[in-house]
C-alpha cells in the first residue's frame, strides 16, 4: 500500500459512517431485509458521497454569507442547492432533536464530573462552608448577648432612678414635718417665758 492509498484511507475514515449505525438503520426501515456484505458496502460508499456532496453545498452557502463556519442554516441552503428541499423540515427536527440529546449529555457529563471530583476540594468546600455556619451563629449569639446587656442596663438605670426618687419624696416628707412641728410649737408657746400665751390676755393698757 502506497502513500496515496494511505491518504485516501485517512479521508475514508475522516467521513466515514460507523457500520454499526448503519445496519441499525437499516435493520429499522427494512427489519424483514437480509444485505450482503456487498450491499452494506455500497450503501455506505453513497452515504459517503451524499455527505461530502451536502458538505461541498453547505461550505458554499457559508462562504457565500462570509461567514468561517458552517451551521445548520447552511446546509438546509446546501439541501436547497441539491434539489432536495423536500427534507428540510425532516433536517430541522433532526437538528432540534440533536440540541437535546447534546444537552442531555452535557448534563451528564457535568454530573459525572462533579460526583468524581476530588475528595480533598470536597472537603475543603465542606469545611468553608461549615466557618460561614459557624461565623454567623456567632454574631448571633453576639448579637443576643449585647441587647441582653442593654436591656441589663436599662433596668438597673429604672432601678436607681425609681430609688432616688423615693429618697427626694421620703427627705421632702420629713422636712414638711419638722417646719410643721416647729409651727406648732411656735404658735403655742412664748418664744420668751416659755409658757402657754392665752388668747383671752387684755392687752397692755
Partial sequence: MNNSDLETTKEDDEISIPRAALNKYVKVLIPEARLTNETRELLLACCHQFIHSLATKSNDACSNANKKTINPEHVIQGLNMMGLDHYVEETRTANEEAKVELQGRRSLRASY????????????????QQELFDQAKANLVDETVVRNEFSAAQQSTHSFQSAFLGQEQSAGMSGSSQLLASGVQISGYDSQNSKPIDDDEDDYD
Fill in 113 to 128: 464530573k462533579f460526583k468524581n471530583k476530588n475528595s480533598t476540594e470536597l472537603e475543603e468546600l465542606m469545611r468553608q
